[in-house]
């Protein structure tokens, strides 16, 4: 099965070839420096006629590096949301063309199920990997969302909790920019955490006790925003602490909640997704994790984190291999993985 999938979510125009699950090419060309950082945030009509612009050239790109013509792919997979409408619809719409003029199916997909095969590019070995892989938790954590799954197989997902307000990539995102740190500035917060000490400023670590797999991370960001009020002239010295601080609070919730879901549940394996997941120290306390519970554990590489569409194309491919897997018929079906 050769798969051309398209990613246009947010603002990240990607195209990838996946053929029988090998991510054969996987062209990301990201518009946040070029256009959004000077705004602070993605501008989603900005957005929208930048994917326009690159659409074709990134299909021809990631053609030819697969070496591969167009008019010998058998599907093509598109991210169908959640994402910002206008940016989406450049995906939808460019998926929709292609299908009609190639007669080949397309196949919608839902973006957080694509961070969810992420972990399947196939780039990494699953470590220690001595059985079946599921049943298996994943920790999803984006710019727009935070949750924990259980997947008892392919496309067999139940959702055990989520943000109730804020995505963990949300708070780290709206520090940066408290601290004067560009778009996006989830990376390059935690760079400068790399510097400073996670212990300077007792933030809360909310719902970390709670029974339950929900987070939130709205009072957080208030939490830091009232500090960094309250530091006047030293402040800029103090930013890489305010930084390692901020990191530690947002991990231990993540880790803690992680590991109630590993006590209850019993999964063979545990599995990170999202832009989040490039987190050094999140990657770090997640391996401790699994070793300590002697538990499979995979986390994608670094490009297979952030946006992209391989993991699209992936989550596609393992959508047509297995018959229980559902399919939605058409862009307005429901997506089956049960989220907003
Ligand atoms: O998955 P993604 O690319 O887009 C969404 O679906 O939202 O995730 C983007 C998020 C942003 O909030 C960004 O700041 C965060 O991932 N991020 C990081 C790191 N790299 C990206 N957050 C913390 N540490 C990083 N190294
Ligand atoms: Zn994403």
Avoid: W
């Avoid at 929208?48 to 053609?63: D, F, G, K, Y």
């Avoid at 500090?227 to 993540?254: E, F, H």
């Avoid at 300590?292 to 995979?298: A, E, K, N, T």
């Avoid at 986390?299 to 018959?323: Q, V, W």
Wanted: with cysteine; net charge positive.
């Amino acid at each position: 099965m050769k798969i051309l999938a398209i990613e246009t979510s947010c603002d990240e125009t990607s195209v990838s070839i996946v053929i029988d699950g090998r991510v054969k090419s996987n062209i990301v060309a990201s518009q946040a420096f070029k256009l959004h950082a000077q705004y602070g945030g993605v501008v989603p009509e900005v957005a929208a006629r930048e994917h326009v612009s690159v659409i074709i050239p990134t299909i021809n790109l990631a053609l030819k590096q697969a070496k591969i013509k167009l008019a010998n792919i058998d599907c093509i997979a598109v991210t169908k949301g959640p994402g910002l409408a206008t940016a989406l619809m450049v995906g939808v719409d460019t998926a929709k063309a292609l299908g009609l003029a190639l007669h080949k199916p397309v196949l919608p997909i839902n973006h957080l199920e694509g961070h969810i095969y992420a972990n399947f590019a196939g780039q990494f070995k699953i470590s220690n990997l001595k059985s079946k892989i599921f049943p298996a938790i994943i920790l999803t954590v984006s710019g727009g969302h935070t949750f924990l799954t259980e997947m008892k197989g392919h496309g067999q997902y139940r959702l055990l909790g989520e943000t109730l307000d804020d995505a963990a990539g949300e708070a780290f995102d709206k520090t940066a920019r408290m601290v004067g740190l560009g778009y996006p500035g989830g990376a390059q917060l935690s760079k400068l955490a790399e510097q400073g000490n996670p212990a300077a400023f007792d933030f809360p670590r909310p719902m970390i006790k709670s029974d339950n797999f929900a987070f939130s991370f709205s009072g957080l960001k208030t939490a830091v925003l009232y500090k960094i009020q309250s530091l006047g002239a030293q402040r800029s010295a103090l930013i890489p602490d305010l930084a390692a601080s901020v990191q530690a609070a947002i991990v231990d919730v993540l880790i803690a909640k992680l590991e109630k879901a590993i006590i209850r549940y019993k999964p063979k394996t545990i599995m990170l997704g999202g832009g989040v997941a490039a987190n050094k120290l999140l990657r770090k306390r997640f391996q401790i994790l699994a070793s300590r519970f002697q538990i499979q554990s995979s986390i994608p590489s670094f490009e297979y984190c952030t946006d992209n569409a391989a993991m699209i194309g992936l989550a596609a491919h393992y959508r047509l291999k297995n018959k229980k897997a559902k399919f939605p018929a058409s862009f307005s079906a429901q997506p089956n993985l049960p989220l907003k």
